[in-house]
T-cell receptor
């Protein structure tokens, strides 16, 4: 399996501020994905982050609110901008490591638990 | 939007019993996957079943897929207290780009 780490693991933020979440993979990967999990809910895909190109956002998510960087093949960041209490969620990154034969299987980071006051 | 629905949303059983969770989806798929999440932590992949497969086993897990009904089931046999978690199905909606779309999940509680 892949080792995926996220920073921070949790944070409490004031409304109107921004938080950048980091995702680090222990091997080079083509695509990285960012998901949001609101309290008691399932996971919703925010965007796909490709190295060398702009992220592709799902319906309902925009770059101004969730800017994403992908500077290299092992790292990505998601920023939650101008936060409101409705942004309180767990944010997870995931990827499919190249070295694995079963390329459909995704591995998830431990998540970042964000609380906005 | 959510891809599918899991049924039931919550399931409570005794150790040793079997747990069955169902998942329905709305679009064509290449494969369907089941994941487990403990207490709001990261997800762990359990099993993947491809659209041309009807049944798959992995240890105490048995997954079935009926593409004509757009539904899948996950059976956990001889459940243990450690199986207590949320279980999610996820599909690719027919895409090969790696994106996953998750169902609402089933919260399974196994009592010792």
């Amino acid at each position: 399996s892949a080792v995926i780490s996220q920073k921070p693991s949790r944070d409490i933020c004031q409304r109107g501020t921004s938080l950048t979440i980091q995702c680090q993979v222990d091997s080079q990967v083509t695509m990285m994905f960012w998901y949001r999990q609101q309290p008691g809910q399932s996971l919703t895909l925010i965007a796909t982050a490709n190295q060398g190109s702009e992220a592709t956002y799902e319906s309902g998510f925009v770059i101004d609110k969730f800017p994403i960087s992908r500077p290299n093949l092992t790292f990505s960041t998601l920023t939650v901008s101008n936060m409101s209490p409705e942004d309180s969620s767990i944010y997870l990154c995931s990827t499919t490591p190249r070295r694995l034969a079963r390329t459909d299987t995704q591995y998830f980071g431990p998540g970042t638990r964000l609380t906005v006051l | 939007s959510q891809q599918g629905e899991e049924d039931p949303q919550a399931l409570s059983i005794q150790e040793g019993e079997n747990a069955t969770m169902n998942c329905s989806y709305k679009t064509s798929i290449n494969n369907l996957q089941w994941y487990r999440q403990n207490s709001g932590r990261g997800l762990v992949h359990l099993i993947l079943i491809r659209s041309n497969e009807r049944e798959k086993h992995s240890g105490r897990l048995r997954v079935t897929l009926d593409t004509s009904k757009k539904s899948s089931s996950l059976l956990i046999t001889a459940s243990r207290a450690a199986d207590t978690a949320s279980y999610f199905c996820a599909t690719d909606r027919g895409s090969t780009l790696g994106r996953l779309y998750f169902g609402r999940g089933t919260q399974l509680t196994v009592w010792p």
